[in-house]
C-alpha cells in the first residue's frame, strides 16, 4: 500500500488498462487510484467510497463543448442557447427546474454529465433531456441596483435520481436549428458522512458574472469604484469566466471548469472519499459541516456570507480539519436575500471587506455597509494589496511534516504556482507556522508578500493556506483545461511536489 506520491503513480494508460482489468474481475479497492492507504482505510473494510464505485462506470470526453459562438460586440454572452437552474445544490429526490432561452428558437437538447475522473476522460454521460422547444426568452430589465433578474419561463423540470452520486453536474445544450452549444451547472449533494467536503465557490462565480454584458459585482456606477451598490442575481445564466475569455469550456459553467475541476479530477483519480456542496450550503447547513473530516476552499472563493464565516470557524473549533487551497478565500462580505418571487438566497451584493479595508483599498472601494473580522483569524493569512500578482512558491520551511517525501529544501520554488491572487499578513495564530513565502508582481513595481500558513486546531485538527488560486492546477492536467493567462503570470501544470504536499495534508487529517 502506497500514497500517491509520484513514484507509486501509474500513468493514464496504465490507470485504464488495471482499471478495466479490476471491473472485470470485480476489484474495487480505491488503491488503483493511487489512493493514499489513509483514504482506503478511513472507511471500514466493508465499505466501499461511492466515488470509486462511480470512477470505475465508463466515461468520455464527450461532456466538453466543440462549438461556441458569442453575440457580435460581447465575448462573454451566447444568446443562441443558454440557460440556468432553479438551484445552485439539489438533493437526490428534489426537483431542479430548469430555464434555456434560444436565438433563433429551436429545439433543444441537453445532455446531463457528471464531472469527475472516470479514467482520465473527465466525465461521464448520465442522462439526456429533450429534445424541448426552446423559444427565445427576455432579457429582463435592469432592476434597482443594476440586478439582471430573469424571470423566463420554465422549460423542464428535473427530479435528481437517488443513485446519482454527489458532485458537479453539466447539462450540455445543443441544438437542431445550428452547431453552437454551452452549459448549464449544478451541484448534487448528499447528507452522508464523508472523508472531505468539496465546497465549490459558486458564490465567486456570481459575482464575476457579466451576463447579458456588463452586470457583474464589478461592473458599478460609477465605474471602477468597487462599492456596495451593485447587486448580483443568481437567476440568469453563466456567460464566460471573464478572466479566463479564451476558455471556451466555460460558456454557462461558472469558473468550475477554470479553477476548481482539476482538483475534483485528482481527488477521484486518487479514490478520495469526497462530497460535493456549494457556497450557499455553507451559509444555511452548519450542521452539514459536521458530515466530513476535511473541509475544502477551492480555487476562487472570494465571497462569503458572515454565517459562512461563522460556521467554519466554529466547525474549526469542533475539530473540522480544512483546506484552503484557493487565494482571495473570504475576502468580501456577501449577505444572501431573496429573489422577487420570494425564493431564499436568490441575490447578493458587496457588503463590506472582511477586517476592514487596507490604505491602498480605500480609493477604488466603499463605503460598505458592513466590517467583517480578519479573514486570517480563519484562513491564517488573508488577501493583501496589491492583490493581483504572480509568482513562485518558495518553501520556507522544508523540514515541516507537509513536505515529507518531495525532497524539497528551503528555498526550493515552484514555478507559476502563485497567482493570481494570494494571501499574506499571516495571524498571530498560536502554533502557525508560514511554510512558504515570497514576492508577486503585477508589473513595475508593483508587489505583495505572500504566505501559505498551516496551524493546528484545538482538537488535533489542522487548518492549511495554500494561498493561491493556482494550487489546483499543480494537480492535474484533465481534459479541456486552459490554464488562465492573467495579472503577468500562470500556472505551469501538475508538479509532484504539490501532489505530494496534499497528499500529506490529506493523509494527517484523516490520521487525526
Known amino acids: 500500500m502506497s500514497d500517491p506520491s509520484p513514484s507509486s503513480n501509474p500513468s493514464k494508460l496504465d490507470r485504464r488498462e488495471l482499471l478495466k482489468s479490476a471491473a472485470a474481475a470485480g476489484v474495487t479497492s480505491p488503491l488503483l487510484f493511487g489512493a493514499s492507504p489513509v483514504a482506503g482505510q478511513s472507511r471500514s473494510a466493508n465499505a466501499e467510497s461511492p466515488i470509486v464505485a462511480e470512477n470505475r462506470k465508463p466515461g468520455t470526453t464527450d461532456w466538453q463543448l466543440t462549438y461556441v459562438r458569442q453575440i457580435p460586440g460581447n465575448r462573454f454572452r451566447t444568446s443562441l442557447v443558454e440557460g440556468y437552474c432553479s438551484q445552485t445544490s439539489v438533493r437526490a ?24 475522473y472516470y479514467g482520465g476522460t473527465g466525465g461521464r454521460h448520465i442522462a439526456q433531456l429533450g429534445p424541448f422547444r426552446v423559444e427565445t426568452q427576455p432579457v429582463p430589465p435592469v432592476g434597482e441596483n443594476r440586478v439582471r433578474e430573469c424571470r423566463w419561463q420554465r422549460t423542464t423540470q428535473l427530479t435528481i435520481p437517488n443513485d446519482w452520486v454527489s458532485g458537479v453536474y453539466l447539462g450540455k445544450l445543443s441544438c437542431a436549428a445550428h452547431r453552437y452549444q454551452s452549459y448549464i ?39 471602477h469604484v468597487l462599492n456596495g451598490t451593485t447587486r448580483v442575481s443568481f437567476d440568469r445564466p453563466y456567460g464566460k469566466c471573464p478572466q479566463v475569455v479564451d476558455q471556451p469550456l466555460s460558456q454557462g459553467s461558472g469558473e ?12 477521484e483519480q486518487h479514490g478520495y472519499d469526497v462530497t ?28 462569503w456570507s458572515l454565517e459562512m464565516f461563522h460556521n467554519v470557524k466554529q466547525a474549526i473549533e ?46 477604488i472601494m466603499g463605503p460598505f455597509d458592513l466590517e467583517g473580522p480578519n479573514e486570517n483569524t ?17 518553501i520556507s520551511k522544508a523540514d515541516h511534516w507537509l513536505f515529507e517525501g518531495t525532497g524539497v529544501k528551503n528555498g526550493d520554488r515552484i514555478p507559476g504556482l502563485v497567482g493570481w ?19 508577486t508582481t503585477n508589473g513595475g513595481d508593483r508587489s505583495a508578500i505572500y504566505t501559505a500558513t498551516i496551524y493546528p486546531g484545538p482538537r488535533g485538527n489542522w487548518v492549511f493556506n495554500a494561498s493561491t488560486i493556482f494550487w489546483s492546477m499543480g494537480l492535474s492536467d484533465p481534459p479541456g483545461l486552459v490554464p488562465p493567462h ?27
Open 93 to 116: 429526490g428534489e426537483t431542479l427546474d430548469i430555464f434555456l432561452s434560444a436565438d433563433p428558437a429551436t429545439e433543444v437538447t441537453i445532455d446531463v454529465y457528471r464531472m469527475g
Open 185 to 223: 451547472v449544478f451541484i448534487v449533494r448528499d447528507d452522508r458522512q464523508a472523508d472531505i467536503m468539496f465546497q465549490c465557490s459558486d458564490n465567486t462565480w456570481q459575482a464575476y458574472n457579466k451576463w447579458p454584458d456588463s452586470f457583474s459585482l464589478y461592473d458599478s456606477e460609477p465605474q
Open 256 to 267: 468550475f471548469v477554470c479553477w476548481e475541476f482539476p482538483l475534483s479530477y485528482w481527488l
Open 276 to 303: 460535493y456542496v456549494s457556497n450557499l450550503d455553507t451559509h444555511r447547513d452548519a450542521a452539514g459541516l459536521r458530515r466530513a473530516k476535511i473541509f475544502l476552499s477551492v480555487g476562487h472563493d472570494e465571497y
Open 318 to 363: 469542533e475539530g473540522l480539519n480544512v483546506g484552503f487551497l484557493s487565494g482571495n478565500t473570504c475576502c468580501f462580505v456577501a449577505p444572501l436575500s431573496p429573489g422577487s418571487d420570494g425564493r431564499p438566497n436568490r441575490i447578493f451584493y458587496r457588503a463590506g471587506r472582511y477586517g476592514g479595508l487596507l490604505e491602498a483599498e480605500k480609493p
Open 378 to 394: 480563519l484562513i491564517g493569512a488573508r488577501t493583501v494589496n496589491p492583490f493581483n500578482g504572480s509568482g513562485d512558491w518558495i
Open 421 to 439: 491572487e494570494f494571501h499574506g499578513d499571516p495571524a498571530p495564530i498560536p502554533g502557525l507556522e508560514v511554510v512558504a513565502t515570497g514576492r
Open 486 to 512: 492573467s495579472h503577468y503570470g500562470r500556472p505551469h501544470g501538475p508538479d509532484e511536489r504539490v501532489q505530494r504536499i496534499t497528499a500529506n495534508f490529506l493523509k494527517r487529517c484523516l490520521q487525526g
